[in-house]
């Protein structure tokens, strides 16, 4: 049985916590404002950090007897990831999606969050703090956005698709030709903001997005909005995306058959 929540309380918090404590900080960062973790070139910033603690404070409230599985928290601790497919339901946050842009003094960040129980993702918001919106699913309800419902872009045809594609041109699991499609279409990687793709997917200012990381607080709300939303996606060897595989990439598309044509495009074939 999925846990019982408000969605609408939940996204109250989600902007609530980032009035107070992403958006003060915005352009202003000093020197001790910037933590490196993890690999080369990978950083949280002041606003990364208490972002995740005040969220996974009031979500895990909000819901008792639930965990928080934050990024920043993973990063210090990688085997609280392991919870995302325990017995308890788990928040999977990503506090400030874009931390590159936002230190950069770029306005492209998110808030993301998703509540995952017996491993699925149950619902999902994903929050601009600059231009204020956030849109929000539960599974089976649609995707909804200030009382509007969210619908994916309509099918087109191959050459007059608009997309994102963050992956290295070097896997073995992508086309040969990836980096004449990365061109032709717009390479993703130049936004650096998963969060900000889903929310044009949603919006249906995308056709199709492209990832070769499946970082669960990237994609487990995403992924759903995006489907509830109407559209199609699978990971690359085209079985469901789960927010327990951490291993391989997704590609979501409008509909199954438009799914068909880009990863005909994008993915190596199969043996």
Known sequence: MAPRIDPAQVTEIIREVAA??????????GAGDIQHKGGKGDFATTADLEAERALSARLTALLPGSVAVGEEGVAHEPRLVDAIGG??????????????????????????????????????WVHDPIGGGTVAAERGSGAWEAGRRCRVAAP???????????????L???APDLAASKKR??????????GYEYLALARGQLHFAMFSRLLPWDHAAGALI???????????????????????????????????????LLLAPKP
């Open 172 to 174: 073995a699991a992508v």
């Open 20 to 29: 107070a404590e992403i958006m003060p900080r915005f352009k202003k960062l």
């Open 87 to 124: 017995a308890a339901p788990a928040w999977v946050i990503d506090p400030l999606d874009g931390t590159h842009n936002f230190a950069g003094s770029i306005a492209r960040f998110c808030s993301i969050v998703a509540l995952v129980a017996g491993g699925a993702t149950v619902a999902g």
């Open 156 to 170: 087109v045809a191959l050459e007059a698709m608009a997309g994102a594609i963050y992956s290295r041109t070097d």
């Open 226 to 264: 995006h489907a509830e939303a109407g559209g199609w996606s699978a990971c690359w060897d085209g079985t469901p995306y789960r927010p327990t595989r951490h291993e391989g990439g997704i590609l979501l598309a409008p509909d199954r058959a438009s799914w068909d044509r880009l990863a005909g």
């Open 185 to 194: 279409y717009g390479n993703g990687a130049e936004r650096r903001c998963a």
